[in-house]
């Protein structure tokens, strides 16, 4: 019965390189989320999936930012040539994705700090 | 477009005071509300939701919440604030399977 866990707790790495964030939601939760907490921003919501497509990827703020999802679980959120205002917490939650409302459940987050 | 506003940035209260968090929502359509408590280092936990019916709502840990529709507010109470208590709050809206729209929190200090 584990939660929603993220992967690595924190990331430190200097600007210009690539990171790959990662997210395992709970078993059988075919929706998932990515939002970004910055400080003093609240949390931003960044890219949704479905199953493995994303109906909904208005948040990523550029082109920079990329996710997958593959085999309806596992997701990878990728930010190429990492920016000093990359820096913050990023958060993932999935939902059972069924008829009606769903709770989400939030992961732990990963903070991303770019050097 | 759908925004949520949370007026308070950081509140202070007493151990064993009552609080009251804000939160006033802009949404097109009858909205789903929460509340998310957020303890540092920590995930987000929902605290309550309303989605229809009696408009106020208990939650867990003590927390309430009231819906006004003619007020676009939902507000978070608690009668007797604990020292656990302190945190971060957001409020959020949504609707189904679609992505929250949150306010940008505030923060809870309890003091002796």
């Known amino acids: 019965g584990a939660g929603v866990s993220q992967s690595p707790s924190n990331k430190v790495t200097e600007k210009g390189k690539d990171v790959e964030l990662r997210c395992d939601p709970i078993?059988?939760?075919?929706?998932l989320y990515w939002y970004r907490q910055s400080l003093g921003q609240g949390l931003e919501f960044l890219i949704y999936?479905?199953?493995?497509?994303?109906?909904?990827k208005s948040g990523l703020p550029s082109d920079r930012f990329s996710a997958e999802r593959t085999g309806g679980s596992v997701s990878t959120l990728t930010i190429q040539r990492t920016q000093q205002e990359d820096s913050a917490v990023y958060l993932c939650?999935?939902?059972?994705?069924?008829?009606?409302?769903?709770?989400?459940?939030f992961g732990p987050g990963t903070r991303l700090t770019v050097l | 477009a759908q925004s949520v506003t949370q007026p308070d940035i950081h509140i202070t209260v007493s151990e064993g005071a009552s609080l009251e968090l804000r939160c006033n929502y802009s949404?097109?359509?009858?909205?789903?509300l929460f509340w998310y408590v957020q303890s540092p280092g920590q995930g987000l936990q929902l605290l309550l939701k309303?989605?229809?019916?009696?408009?106020l709502v208990q939650g867990i840990k003590g927390f309430e919440a009231e819906f006004k529709r003619s007020q676009s507010s939902f507000n978070l109470r608690k009668p007797s604030v604990h020292w656990s208590d302190a945190a971060e709050y957001f409020c959020?809206?949504?609707?189904?399977?679609?992505?929250?729209?949150f306010g940008k929190g505030t923060r809870l200090s309890v003091i002796a």
């Open positions: 939650a999935s939902s059972a994705g069924l008829a009606g409302y769903n709770e989400q459940f």
């Open positions: 078993s059988g939760h075919t929706a």
């Open positions: 999936f479905q199953g493995n497509s994303a109906p909904d």
């Open positions: 949404y097109g359509a009858t909205p789903y």
């Open positions: 309303y989605f229809s019916g009696d408009t």
């Open positions: 959020a809206v949504g609707a189904w399977n679609t992505p929250l729209v």
